[in-house]
């Protein structure tokens, strides 16, 4: 890793009274995210901001992070963390929905790489908090919203990183299919040796040229092994550029 880089602070969210804190499955996808040739880099539904900060921390220096979030509380939380961190002259708050966001309406302009870990539940209880359901349920922002942007606003070429359920898989990637898209990387992810994957994260190729070759089978990646914070290797080695202190 750089000299320059940071190490990663956990931050929570205070949405309207509801403490949003940063879960290991967003970790995770943070340090797995692919930044390189990135010049401009887009974090859809940025929450608190840390994802796209993981990403920027990886990419060049002259790398650029615009977040985009439609939620008042977390958008202003985002912004605190943007200002605070040492890459905030590389950052750009966009408040309000991705789907106003879709090149030439507001003026964005294309982009390498765009991140989310999005609202992905659908059909699943709901929480007394409107903060808390747009970051959770996919009613403000479908599947078909997020690809339908994404192939407007990316270079040719450049890439969607997603993590989702693992029982939305094969929705995600049919889907992706009919916009243009092709995997170019796939990793499911299991909280315990031995136990089924529960996420699945992936890097669609939009118009893939010849310098991409399409992944036709997913790779697998363990947190943990059989007791608690008994980490696996790859798991480890992959968080830590951003953790200062391991427990277990």
Known sequence: ?????FHFKAFSVDQSGAAMKVGSDGCVFGAWVGVNACETILDLGTGNGYLG??????ASKTCRLIGVEIEPGAAK????????????AQTQLIPGRFQDQEEG????EKVDLILSNPPFYRGKPRSSVEARNLARHDDSLTMTDILRGAAQLLKPGGRLATVWPIDRELEWMGLA???????TRWTRTSPMKGEEALRVMSELTLDVTSDCTPIKAPETLTLERWKSSDHEPAYRALLTPYFRNWHG
């Not at 939380?77 to 905030?88: D, G, P, V």
């Not at 309406?105 to 964005?108: D, E, F, K, T």
């Open 105 to 108: 309406r507001q003026g964005l």
């Open 177 to 183: 299919k009919g916009f243009g898209f092709t995997p």
């Open 53 to 58: 900060l993981m990403a920027l921390q990886r």
């Open 77 to 88: 939380q985002t912004l605190n963390n943007y200002t605070a961190s040492k890459f905030s």
């Open 1 to 5: 890793m750089p000299a320059e880089t």
